[in-house]
């Protein structure tokens, strides 16, 4: 019963609609866990469960009117295999050297990160993300969260944000150098991030949410085995056959 106090604390609020991020012409809607420093890394492994994510402080799940096109997705490790693109991807970036860093402010990071949106998410908003706003965004946790910096040669090449789960790992948000060309990096970050599951014997890598709908989140769907959160469970995910709903 006392493990469970804190839990019973924690309550749930909706946001107002906000312009969506992911599909044109729509408006969103979160709901929000609050508040935030009860959220420990016990209760934030169920509310994950259950479909939320983490930006910065807030722990949300999406929660709109008249749209459903968020699903949350997980990858079940132990029976998940490469495809051939994902082979290649892991095989060209092979001389990546991963290196865990702290949760503090780095001007190389943030340099890096400002390159990436310039370059493939220009006109979004995160673009013009100053030192606070990054801050904000990636480096304020209240759970076990970690930094990996990935280096070639000793140069600075991707940076993913990782919170250890109790069952699992879910991957908060990755960038990386947009100018290297033929590069796969973002394939290479979630390979690794496997490989890190399988490491530590956790069954599942989160992914956040698919959307089939949006270019930017499509690509989840392509790890196999990939389970979806649909009606309170998690079911196997057929894409693209299955509406995204």
């Known amino acids: 019963m006392k493990q469970d106090y804190p839990y019973a604390l924690i309550q749930f609020y909706a946001t107002a609609p906000y312009a969506c991020s992911y599909l ?9 866990a609050t508040p935030g420093h009860l959220i420990d890394p016990q ?9 939320f994510r983490r930006s910065g402080l807030f722990t949300y799940r999406p929660h709109c009117d008249h749209c459903q096109a968020c699903v949350p997705v997980r990858i079940a490790v132990n029976r998940f295999t ?5 082979r290649r991807a892991w095989k060209r970036h092979a001389a990546l050297e991963a290196h865990e860093c ?7 990071h943030y340099r890096l990160y400002q390159r ?7 006109g979004g908003g995160m673009d013009l993300d100053n030192r606070e706003q990054y801050t904000h965004f990636l480096l304020q946790s209240h759970v ?5 910096a990935f280096r070639e040669q000793g140069e600075l090449r991707m940076v993913s944000v990782v ?22 990096f973002g394939t290479f970050g979630i390979l690794w991030q496997i490989e890190v599951c399988r490491r ?23 790890f196999r085995q990939i389970e979806a959160y649909r009606k309170g469970e998690w079911v196997e995910l057929h894409a693209p056959a299955d509406p995204p709903a």
């Open 82 to 86: 490469p495809d051939r693109s994902q």
């Open 116 to 122: 990436y949106q310039a370059s493939r998410h220009a």
């Open 144 to 148: 076990d969260t970690r930094i990996v």
């Open 43 to 51: 209760i934030y492994s169920d509310l994950v469960r259950r479909g």
């Open 102 to 108: 702290g949760l503090e402010f780095s001007e190389e």
């Open 24 to 32: 044109p012409d729509r408006t969103a809607r979160s709901q929000v």
């Open 163 to 184: 919170d250890r789960l109790t069952d699992g790992l879910s991957s908060v948000y990755t960038f990386y150098d947009p100018d290297v060309e033929r590069s796969a």
């Open 200 to 222: 530590l014997r956790l069954p599942y890598l989160y992914l956040g949410y698919w959307i089939a709908e949006s270019r930017k989140m499509a690509y989840k769907a392509q």
